[in-house]
């Protein structure tokens, strides 16, 4: 039997840091929030906390030529992205495309935490860097 649609959530929230040490002791000491373990992706070393259902990805630039070296570079440390999980990640990508929005992956790819992600261009979001997940 297949799982009942869970409808469109945060899955996370990308924060590009400088370091992430600066901001760990920060995230895990005051507020409490527990590492998950994320591999490293996109030319960025990935710390997860967990933040009740959804994660805080802590994103450090492995070169200032990676995308988050060059967003830090622009715009400084802050919030990098959101990520919405979906139930049909293909259809959801169809509906963004009859809606005339632009698309950074035109199909699916594998993303940091092995799930099948992919980006919507900020310039069709309102200037928010989206990025979609399937659950």
């Known amino acids: 039997m297949p799982d009942a649609p869970r409808g469109t959530r945060i899955a996370h929230i990308g924060l590009a840091v400088r370091a992430i040490d600066d901001l760990l002791p920060f995230c895990r000491d005051v507020l409490?929030?527990?590492?998950?373990?994320l591999a490293d992706s996109d030319g960025a070393r990935i710390t997860g906390l967990a933040a009740g259902e959804s994660l805080v990805e802590l994103l450090e630039a492995e070169s200032?030529?990676?995308p988050i070296?060059?967003?830090?570079?622009?715009r400084?440390?802050?919030?990098?992205?959101?990520?919405?999980?979906v139930d049909d990640l293909e259809g959801m990508l169809d509906r963004c495309r009859a809606a005339g929005l632009r698309l950074i992956d035109e199909?699916?790819?594998i993303g940091?935490?092995?799930?099948?992600?992919?980006?919507?261009?900020p310039t069709?979001?309102?200037?928010i860097l989206v990025e979609l997940s399937e659950h």
């Open 107 to 109: 199909s699916p790819r």
């Open 124 to 127: 069709s979001t309102g200037g």
């Open 64 to 66: 200032p030529e990676s």
């Open 32 to 37: 409490g929030l527990s590492t998950v373990p």
């Open 112 to 121: 940091a935490e092995g799930k099948r992600i992919a980006f919507l261009h």
């Open 76 to 85: 400084g440390p802050g919030i990098h992205h959101v990520c919405f999980a």
């Open 69 to 74: 070296g060059r967003f830090i570079a622009k």
